[in-house]
Structures are given as structure tokens and as C-alpha cells.
């Protein structure tokens, strides 16, 4: 298999494995949805869980996996909102953690263009 049929796969193991994630364990999460958002954290938390679910099964399957990559680049940008808001609660955390969270908001940006160049090579393929 080469590096280039790996990357989708990579991709949709990674939002796999973070939907699944929200589900097991969705307490960190809930922390992390933005106070200004409607309705409880752990709503937003499931929802955004099952979206990634939803994510990773669309770009696994070839027939789908460009619109799905396509909808994961939105989407990463679309919560990028939750990790400025976990750089901003965490700035008074010990050191380490304090630079995890803002180790996250750069990362955000790899996500984005891993997920459009999984769409741009998916495309026409079925």
C-alpha cells in the first residue's frame, strides 16, 4: 500500500479513534466546548464525537471520501474555537499542560490540509 492510499486511512483512524474518544471518556471534552455555545457541553461533546464517528467512516470508504475530507477540513476549523478556549482555561495550569493547550492551536493547521489534500486525492475515484 503506498504512503498515498495510507494517508486517508491514517486520516480516518485518527477521527476514529477521537470519536470514540468522546464517547469513553467525555468529561475533558465537555471542559473544552466554549461557554458561549447553546446547551450543555456534553451534548456538544457527543455531537462532535459522532461527527467524527461519521467523518472517519466517509473518508475510509473510497465512494465518499473526498466530500468527507472535505467536511473534516470544516470541521477542523469549525472547532478550533474549543482549543483557543482550552489555551485561554488552562493558562494558569502547570507548565506542561499549559503548553499542550497551546500546542494544539498550530496543529489545528496540519489537520486542515492533511484533510484537503485527502479530498483533492480522492476526487474522481470511486
Excluded: C
Excluded at 18 to 26: K, L, M, S
Excluded at 79 to 84: G, K, L, M, Q, W
Aim: charged share 15%.
Amino acid at each position: 500500500m503506498s504512503r498515498s492510499e495510507r494517508s486517508p486511512l491514517l486520516l480516518a483512524g485518527l477521527l476514529a479513534t477521537a470519536g470514540v474518544a468522546h464517547f469513553a471518556t467525555p468529561r475533558p471534552f465537555d471542559a473544552l466546548v466554549p461557554r458561549a455555545l447553546p446547551g450543555s457541553p456534553r451534548a456538544w461533546t457527543y455531537g462532535s464525537g459522532a461527527v467524527e464517528l461519521a467523518l472517519a467512516a466517509g473518508i475510509a470508504a473510497p465512494r465518499t471520501r473526498a466530500v468527507a475530507a472535505k467536511a473534516a477540513a470544516a470541521f477542523f476549523v469549525g472547532v478550533f474555537p474549543a482549543n483557543v478556549q482550552m489555551a485561554v482555561d488552562w493558562r494558569h495550569r502547570p507548565a506542561p499542560l499549559r503548553t499542550a493547550a497551546l500546542a494544539r492551536l498550530p496543529l489545528q493547521l496540519p489537520l486542515v490540509l492533511w484533510a484537503r489534500g485527502v479530498a483533492r486525492n480522492g476526487e474522481g475515484r470511486s
